[in-house]
């Protein structure tokens, strides 16, 4: 599926497969945009280079933009996950904490 991005560095809207964090030139962060593919492409020339003018302003550009949630299940976030490295944490149940507690509701 197509979607909208804007990148604030090359200032260019750009339509692109997927959900895409990445710029395709620069590699810097792009915003998706909440306009559909279709609603884009319908746009006369003159509407495109508005469209593009609005993206560039900041206050207007986070109401254009929208958020995809659902990354974390994306296959480029599931490998990129695989690479770093993974971290243990280890807890330990505190039982002096336990007993304190009790012993604190007990006074009550």
């Known amino acids: ?7 604030k560095s090359c200032q260019r809207v750009y339509m692109l497969n997927g ?3 990445t710029c395709p030139k620069c590699r810097l962060e792009i915003s998706e945009l909440k306009i559909s593919y279709m609603d884009y ?3 006369d020339q003159e509407a495109r280079q508005q469209f593009c003018h609005c993206c560039s302003d900041d206050e207007q550009l986070q109401t254009l933009s929208t958020t995809y949630r659902m990354y974390k299940y994306s296959k480029w976030y599931k490998e ?3 690479q770093l490295p993974q971290t243990t944490i280890i807890t330990y149940p505190l039982t002096d904490r336990v007993t304190r507690d009790k012993k604190r509701m007990s006074i009550i």
């Open 1 to 7: 599926m197509m979607y909208m991005h804007y990148c």
């Open 41 to 43: 492409v319908t746009m």
């Open 80 to 82: 990129l996950q695989a």
């Open 19 to 21: 959900h895409k964090q």
